[in-house]
């Protein structure tokens, strides 16, 4: 587990189409500078000149660097623990369902389904009404597409897959100049250079930014109607587990 993070800022290399970063802090003794290109941990899709971005290295390793977007993550070591205490879980329902009989089943599935989908559901309906409010707070900027990236691939079979990539670029209402990669939210990729774009952003933020408002409703439906589905379907099995053992 990395035991170190670090920051650095980012900025466009000379002749790069999308974001990438170069170093910015010193590593004990020594400053590193390194490049947003490769397999290197989480993929930096948005850029600014002063931007922060985490950095993890083994101790006294840091050319084994790993860019991550949140510096504390996986740091409290509970991981294995809590996958520990699943398992144990798991057991002792299917313990109990065997000398006691299958309704406990659904009882050991659908209580802890039903608290696990009830402490979700408030926090996803938060975190939807928050990200909306942030990206119409700030007022829309003007935005372009300025190249687009191609990628081709080759699998096992000799199959080819072509996806694209465009890079948008705006401005926020404080100067600051953005550069970022865009995956979804634009038609038709492949010929969007060029493309005039309106941007909403979070001010806080310029990560979190749309090219369509009204599109950002959308998949939070979805996933709060996701959530209230799991958790009728937990409060439907720990029912029915109740009925059947009672009766």
């Given at each position: 587990m990395p035991a170190a993070a670090e920051t650095i800022v980012v900025d466009e290399v000379p002749g790069s189409a999308g974001p990438a970063a170069e170093g910015g802090r010193s590593v004990g003794s020594q400053e590193f500078t390194v490049t947003n290109d490769g397999e290197c941990g989480?993929?930096?899709?948005?850029?600014w000149r002063g931007?922060?971005?985490?950095?993890?290295y083994p101790p006294g390793r840091p050319h084994a660097y790993r860019f991550?977007?949140?510096p504390d993550a996986g740091r409290s070591g509970l991981g294995w623990p809590n996958f520990?205490?699943?398992?144990?879980y798991v057991g002792l329902v299917v313990v109990a369902s065997i000398d006691w009989g299958w309704p406990w089943?659904?009882?050991g599935f659908g209580v802890p389904w039903t608290l696990l989908g009830a402490t979700y559901l408030?926090?996803?309906i938060r975190d939807s009404r928050l990200r909306i409010e942030g990206l119409a707070s700030g007022g829309p900027v003007p935005g372009r597409v300025i190249a687009v990236l191609k990628d081709v691939t080759v699998d096992e079979d000799g199959e080819t897959a072509t996806s694209h990539t465009p890079v948008v670029a705006f401005t926020t209402h404080d100067g600051t100049a953005v550069t970022a990669y865009r995956?979804?939210?634009?038609?038709?990729p492949a010929r969007s250079r060029g493309r005039d774009l309106t941007i909403h952003y979070r001010p806080d933020d310029p990560v979190v930014f749309t090219t369509d408002l009204a599109a950002e409703h959308r998949p939070h439906v979805g996933e709060i109607a996701f959530a209230v589905g799991a958790l009728l379907v937990g409060v439907a099995a720990a029912v029915a587990g109740g009925i059947l053992i009672a009766g």
């Open positions: 989480d993929r930096i899709s948005t850029a931007r922060e971005i985490g950095i993890r991550t977007t949140d520990a205490v699943f398992l144990i089943a659904l009882i408030p926090g996803a995956t979804v939210g634009l038609s038709d």
